[in-house]
């Protein structure tokens, strides 16, 4: 059973700052493709990012690239999104999933959940 148990979020201002992490249970981090994902009121579920096993095959969002860091760390079973010049329109619940398939970046290639973590930007 995969576990995912997101923390990190928060209220913060425009131009500030928020680290999510993504705590998973076992060795899923070094055995599933791992992504973040965020949900607006209203809208539906988009893709964020996702890190990759190796250096440039990260992949990220058009509106994150150059603001967001996305990271892994398998001994410590934990995805790191680092998330910097946040803009209103980054006010969602961010969820931390993985997958079976290769740097997936639809929410149906994605098997397994967190429960999310709300993050609030503010004007």
């Known amino acids: 059973q995969v576990q995912l148990v997101e923390s990190g979020g928060g209220l913060v201002q425009a131009g500030g700052s928020l680290r999510l992490s993504c705590l998973t249970s076992?060795?899923?981090?070094?055995?599933?493709?791992m992504g973040w994902f965020r949900q607006a009121p209203g809208k539906d579920r988009e893709f964020v990012a996702a890190p990759g096993w190796s250096t440039g095959s990260t992949v990220y969002a058009d509106s994150v690239k150059g603001r967001f860091t996305v990271s892994r760390d398998n001994a410590n079973n934990t995805v790191y999104l680092q998330m910097n010049s946040l803009k209103p329109e980054d006010t969602a619940v961010y969820y931390c999933a993985a997958s079976r398939q290769w740097m997936a970046v639809r929410t149906t290639s994605y098997e397994f959940w967190g429960q999310g973590t709300q993050v609030t930007v503010s004007s």
């Open positions: 076992g060795r899923t981090v070094s055995s599933y493709t």
